[in-house]
């Protein structure tokens, strides 16, 4: 009686063993052998990934070894795909300028170009839109400084109040050190160093706020009305200017010898508190031999775009080049020798780019 029990025992749980088996097998049509050669196949990746962490993942390959065909898995680091970073829309962009299109491809979304000697108009686009002009400003920022006559012998100090806190720009100019006005202008034209453009503003008889009013004085009288400043540097978006604007505002610091040579200085080097540092000119058509260049000044900030202006010759013809909210570094530079050559080539020297109203 006893080994009877035992043999009833054993053969129930020999069948709820195999009951899942044999149901799962029958649920999916497939027979243990070939379930069995599925298992087979999959254990080596399963294997394989119980491994792995997040950083890796797998990669099946099939190599041949001495003729015959073999499957082997392969770890490989896990690049996650990042999501898409939305471009940033300047000024121009929103307002629909990159639509406009004229017989140059310029990548820039504004230009002008005319005869510094007659004032004559050779080519434009968007000319009369005041849109954010960014370090450009620096421009207007010498000639007051220049035109109001202070002493550039005077030491000035970079505070607190010159730090960036719009943009949260960078600078070589440490809170504390102090320099020349001389070369705090210099570096403020040739290198857009933004802290000494601050504290030249900063160091104006009646400070900041009546400098930005000398600014905006002196840009009404050039007849420059759609031009409005907010500070002395040009990191706010609000200080905007159309392209015709700021072609008078290049034939005026011109005539400043002065600004002409910081503008057009390659290299140069000052002395803040005791370290020498060299700083150099951000506008790279400078050291272009084929370029005769007699004032520039370059800007950037994302809601302006890349943005130049320029005093040059061509064919001993004296032309001042404005281009706005251009897009990529070298595209500004581009678009000017673009100009050139059409200038170069062609026998007209009338515009041909759209004109704004």
């Excluded at 254990?43 to 890796?56: G, M, Q, T, Y």
């Excluded at 007051?144 to 100090?157: P, Y």
């Amino acid at each position: 009686m006893l080994k009877k029990l035992i043999a009833l025992t054993t053969g129930v749980l020999c069948l709820l063993s195999t009951a899942p088996g044999a149901m799962a097998e029958q649920a999916n049509g497939q027979s243990p052998v070939t379930q069995k050669s599925q298992l087979k196949k999959v254990a080596p990746a399963r294997a394989h990934n119980a491994s792995l962490d997040k950083r890796e993942r797998l990669v099946k390959k099939v190599v041949v070894e001495h003729g015959k065909r073999k499957v082997i898995y392969q770890r490989v680091a896990h690049v996650p795909t990042m999501p898409a970073v939305p471009a940033v829309l300047s000024a121009g962009d929103l307002a629909g300028l990159n639509l406009t299109h004229d017989p140059l491809a310029l990548a820039s979304n504004v230009a002008l170009v005319l005869d510094q000697s007659n004032s004559q108009v050779l080519f434009e686009k968007n000319a009369n839109i005041a849109l954010p002009i960014a370090s450009i400003t620096k421009l207007m920022t010498g000639l007051i400084v220049v035109e109001a006559q202070q002493d550039l012998n005077e030491m000035l100090e970079i505070t607190d109040e010159d730090v960036d806190r719009e943009k949260y720009s960078s600078s070589r100019l440490r809170v504390g050190a102090k320099m020349t006005r001389e070369n705090m202008l210099h570096i403020a034209l040739m290198s857009s160093e933004n802290r000494a453009a601050s504290a030249l503003g900063r160091h104006y008889p009646g400070g900041k706020q009546a400098f930005v009013m000398a600014m905006n004085a002196k840009a009404q009288a050039l007849s420059m009305h759609d031009t409005f400043y907010v500070d002395s540097t040009g990191l706010s978006r609000r200080n905007i200017a159309s392209a015709r604007d700021l072609a008078r505002l290049v034939i005026a610091a011109y005539e400043q010898p002065l600004l002409r040579q910081y503008t057009t200085d390659s290299k140069y080097i000052v002395k803040a508190g005791g370290r020498p540092m060299q700083y150099a000119n951000s506008n790279n058509l400078i050291s272009n031999p084929n370029w005769e260049i007699g004032l520039q000044k370059t800007g950037y900030i994302s809601e302006a775009g890349r943005c130049m202006v320029i005093q040059t010759k061509i064919d001993g013809r004296p032309l001042v080049m404005v281009f706005l909210d251009s897009k990529g570094k070298l595209s500004r530079t581009a678009d000017a020798s673009r100009i050139r050559k059409w200038l170069e080539n062609t026998s007209a020297r009338l515009s041909v780019g759209p004109r704004s109203t």
